[in-house]
Structure formats: C-alpha cells, structure tokens
C-alpha cells in the first residue's frame, strides 16, 4: 500500500515538472513575436503607419491567443482530454516559426492565428491540471507553472533566435524541431487520472447521494462585481505588460539597438515578469492579499516611468523591478476567480488569463495609433501608468477572502 502510494506521488510530480517544462517550452515559441515584430514591420508596413500597424499585428494575435482561452476554457470544462495540450504545443511552434519568413501579410495573419489558436488550447487546461497536480500547494504550484512559462517567454526566444539572427531569419524552421518533439511527448507523459480533484473548492451540490456541478450562472451570479472588478484590474494590468513588451521593442529598434541587444533587453523585461509571478507563490502566503494587489498597482508604474528615462545599468535595473512589481499579483487574480468559479475552474483560468490579456492586447490599438500620432516615447510614458488608474477599484474587493490566512491556516 505505501510503494502505491510512493509511485503515485512521484508519478504526480513528475506530470506537475513534465507540465510546466511544457509550459516554458510553449511560451518559448508564443513570445518568439515580439521580437520579430521589428523585422515583420520593415517588410509589411511604411515608416508612417509602423506603430497602428504593430498594434493590428498585436490584437490580431491576441485575439486569437487570449481570448480565444475562453473558448478552450469553456470546452476544456466539459470534455478532458490531453490534445488540448499536445494541439496546443504544436499549432503554436508551427505558427510561430514560420511567421517571419513569408511575404505576405495575409499569410501573417493566419500564421499568428494559427499560433495563438494552440497558446489560447494549452492555457486554460494545463493551468488547471497544474493547480490540480499541486494539490494542497496549489497556489505555489500554479506560480511555479506560470513562472515556467514566464522563463521560457524571457529565454527561450533568445536561445531560438541565435542562429536566425547571425545567418538568417529563414533557419527558424528548422527551430520546429525541439517543440514538435515536445508535442508528441505530451500524451506519452501526461496520463492525467479523472479521478483528479480539478477544484479549487469541494463545494458541490447533490442529489440521490450523486455529484454534479452547479450551473455557471449559479456560481457566477453572487460574485458578479468582483469578478468584474477582477478583470478589468487584470485587463488593464496587461496593457501596460503587453504593450511594454511589444513596443519596447520597437522603441529600442529606433533608437538602432542591435537584434540581439533589443532582445536581451526584452527579455530581462520577461524574465522579471517571471520572478514576480514566482515571487508571488511565497508572497500570497505571507502579505495581505489586497495589500498586495494594491501595492501591484501602484508602484509599478513609477519604477517603469524611471526606466524610460534613464540609461545603462540604472534603466534596465528599473525595467527589472518594475515588472516584478506589476507581474506580482497575477497569480492572485486567477485564484481569486478560481474559488469564486468552483467547478468551472479552467473558465476561471481563461478569463484571468486569456480573456484579460486578449482585451489588454486589443487596447495596444490604441497605443500604436497614438504611437503614430505623437511619438512612441510619449505614449511608452503614459502606458507605464495605466494600472495607476484602476487601483482605486481595488477597494471593491475588501470582501474577498485573504489567501496569506486560508495557506498559512
């Protein structure tokens, strides 16, 4: 009975480390954009529509890959099966690769479809299936498979885009290899039991001695404004993450920044995102959970604003600890949903995480038109400080229960 339970356990933990390998190596392909979007403007837009369309580039992709979790997230819920995942890795390394080296933007369309259709697949499930192997951790485990994913999304583009950039973009095709590999590891590996507690709460209704899940509109009903107030505070959160990410790297482009020094840079801006989210495991069990929501908000956008204007060690030192500030309550925000939404879970997940990021990325409309309007450097300034705007809803969400007091009990 003990060895059972022993090669259980670690059967369990090997599918929560394979999972979030996963992860990293997905988001390594997903975030390959960014830093090719500077090459894909020099061959499809003119000097004067550069930023607007950067921004169709943006939301075309984010649609796709974000709200499209919703989608996934809702299927995910009623059908359980592993391709969502092994789909999921394979659109997105396909799509992704390829993107750079056609000619025509209406092929770029649809390879950004295509890529975010397999990011918005993988999200939802996989976040919950992490959660879910974590069992009681699971608000570590989720910041361990998101922070996964956010290494890979600072990392992997630079190790992918090693050989492009020094003999050419079209060898990323063959950067296809490592994740179609991956792809068909996925079903080999991950052999996820039914029986596993996919929950974030045990709360169910029953009848005849049977359990069924509520109806969502049941669950949603009593938590419909801090839901709301959730995700526009997480919608707002990723304009700012989003477009950072993306027109950064355009900005450093102008200011004639080498591909490989724009891309450290843009990586380290990740990469900080990644800690954050890391970070944020530890922090949730130990700082008030609205404090630390608030504290996101806040004081993020003062550091971003010191980094546009300073240079050298100073800037990226900046960049770095802003983006650890503003990445620090993502985790938060899809618990929170999560125990709200219980039994509908993987819809919690992709409203946090995709339905937020892909309205956040549709908002980059915006910002690259007034880009073209005024100048990137002066919309890049009041980007920094949209999450600054949302921050007094925070104090709608006092109700809302204090995660440092459920893990510490």
């Not at 060895?3 to 979030?20: A, C, D, I, M, V």
């Not at 990021?357 to 400080?385: E, H, M, Q, R, T």
């Amino acid at each position: 009975m003990q060895n059972n339970e022993n090669q259980s356990n670690s059967s369990t933990r090997n599918q929560f480390y394979f999972l979030t390998f996963t992860h990293t190596i997905l988001d390594s392909y997903a975030n390959l954009f960014p830093h090719l979007q500077p090459r894909l403007l020099d061959n499809l837009a003119s000097a004067a529509t550069r930023n607007i369309f950067a921004g169709v580039l943006i939301s075309v992709y984010s649609l796709f890959s974000s709200l499209g979790q919703v989608f996934f997230g809702w299927l995910s819920d009623r059908i359980r099966t592993i391709h969502f995942i092994t789909f999921g890795v394979a659109f997105t390394v396909i799509g992704l690769s390829l993107v750079s080296i056609v000619p025509s933007t209406t092929i770029v369309m649809l390879l950004l479809a295509l890529g975010g259709t397999g990011v918005a697949a993988f999200h939802p499930q996989a976040t919950t299936y992490a959660g879910a192997l974590a069992a009681e951790t699971r608000g570590m485990g989720i910041s361990i498979f998101l922070t996964g994913g956010n290494i890979g999304r600072a990392i992997g583009p630079v190790i992918l885009l090693l050989i492009p950039y020094r003999l050419g973009y079209g060898h990323l095709i063959w950067e296809m290899i490592p994740g179609i590999i991956v792809a068909l590891l996925v079903p080999m590996v991950l052999k996820f039991e039914h029986e596993l507690d996919l929950s974030a709460s045990s709360r169910v209704l029953s009848k005849e001695g049977e359990k069924r899940q509520e109806s969502f509109l049941y669950v949603v009903e009593p938590h419909l404004l801090p839901l709301i107030i959730l995700f526009v505070v997480a919608s707002f959160r990723t304009v700012t993450g989003i477009g950072l990410e993306n027109f950064l790297s355009i900005h450093l482009d102008d200011l004639n920044y080498s591909d490989q020094m724009r891309s450290l840079v843009v990586a380290l801006y990740i990469f900080a995102g990644s800690m954050g989210i890391m970070g944020s495991g530890w922090v949730l069990s130990r700082i008030n959970t609205l404090v630390l929501l608030l504290f996101s908000l806040v004081i993020a956008p003062p550091l971003l604003y010191v980094a546009l204007h300073t240079q050298g060690i100073t800037s990226l030192i900046f960049l770095f600890f802003g983006n650890v500030v503003l990445s620090s309550s993502i985790t938060l925000n899809i618990i929170w949903a999560q125990i709200m939404l219980r039994g509908h879970e993987n819809i919690a997940s992709s409203f946090m995480m995709g339905a937020s990021w892909g309205v956040g990325g549709l908002l980059n409309l915006v910002v690259g038109a007034l880009g073209d309007k005024y100048g990137l450097p002066i919309v890049l300034d009041g980007l920094v400080f949209v999450p600054l705007i949302v921050s007094p809803l925070v104090f709608f969400l006092k109700g809302q229960p204090d995660l440092s007091k459920q893990q510490s009990d």
